[in-house]
């Protein structure tokens, strides 16, 4: 790995520990409760942490505010300070905290929040996907199929709206995606909305259309956090993979300009037979550029990856030696980089939580303003999807036929019914059952319990085996790219 790796930040009592720019305390008026948001994340805090977090400050020593703290609480100084170190560095090693007050602090003051009305139960994320325009055509995109076009696009104002309603019902975390949302002419207003109702704002970009300049307005308006996508370090499989030339050094530029203005970066590495060999290329380089974090997702086959599987799908062995890697370097990179790990549904015994499940946690909205519980909830038959211009957030989270179709337990089939992992998984991807069962109830493949979980792995055996065809890429129109 490279040698140029940020150093961890060692928490001693001498230490002046502040939040970065990217990481704060927020009153989640909706729970009736205070959190950390940090990027695409929520902390819960029990009375104690918020305690200790709501004195750090860049300028008070640590030793000082253990003692106030003894003193408080008629505790021993050591008892305290060992348990304040012991909060203070699980933070630090999340990249959460700076030693001394951050350098880069948005310009444009925070404070001015829309009121809202809270509505317990809502949604914690909302992913606007604000665009399905963009100039890479990667073949693994989660876009449908049926791309929706730049004259169908919510004006900005009208996310204004969406994002006001999103607090009221306890939206936290704002995902501004696509498509390439910077493909928009009026996103600086769009994130200007999404920071004056209060949202912690995680750009989802492709990098390759973002100019320095418009980067420093984005953060002197208050943006929180870039997530960059990489398809390889390869300059020329980058390429290939995402039909865009040029993209690498612009990427590594990019990042480079986030971390310069303090903003949060994670990397973003879908994962497939084409670049699974440069994985740890990949970690290196999100070392490199000193992101926070690091997103390895082995691709999940919906939308335009199911139409590319056979071209994507690696083999077992080659999945498997990505998990041994990964757990390595999350041990190796303590407090140096963040892991999110998304594993082979291919290979994998227990499926994942769609989306944290069916209308729990996650809200997604169209360029066009449909409502839907996750990206590809579309391909499902029978459901009807509301329109946020013709019905209020709240109600379609709460009422809506097609949020409540599979939230909860009360619609599962057996084994999902009696698992004792029903309230853990939520019977794993609706789309994905769909996909392989023609039935969106039954039992995600994934699972070793599913009826259908041997011919679902033997698939994903037999296409990884075979020479890989050509990419179908990711495009309103037609045509081949070429890569030479």
Known sequence: MTENATKPY???LQSRPAFTRYARLHDDQARQRTVLLAPERAYELDAISLLVLRQINGRTPLSDLCQSLAQQFTAPFEVIAKDVLHLLQGLADKRLLCDGPPE???TTALTTRAPISPRAGGPTGLLAELTHRCPLQCPYCSNPLELERANTELQ??????????????????LHLSGGEPTARRDIEEIISHAVKAGLYTNLITSAVLLTQPQLQRFADIGLDHVQISIQDIDADNADYISGYRGGVPKKYQ????????GLGLTINAPIH???????PKIIDFAVEVDAQRIEIAHIQYYAWAITNRAALIPTRETFLKTVSLVEELKAQLKGVLNFDFVVHDHYATRPKTCTGGWGQSILVVT??????????AQTLPNLTFDNVLERPLEEIWFQSSAFNAFRGTEWMKEPCRSCDRRKIDFGGCRCQAFLVTNDPAATDPACSLSPQHAFFAALGEDESL???PAFIYRRFGSGAFDAN
């Open 10 to 12: 060692i928490v001693e």
């Open 104 to 106: 880069q602090l948005p």
């Open 466 to 468: 075979a020479p890989a």
């Open 156 to 173: 900005a104002d009208q996310w204004g709206e969406i994002f006001r309603q999103a607090a009221s019902i306890g939206v936290l975390q």
């Open 273 to 279: 037979r084409q670049n699974i060999e440069n994985l």
């Open 254 to 261: 990019v990042a480079q300009w986030v971390r310069n203005l």
């Open 367 to 376: 360029p066009s303003g449909k409502a839907l519980p996750c990206h590809a």
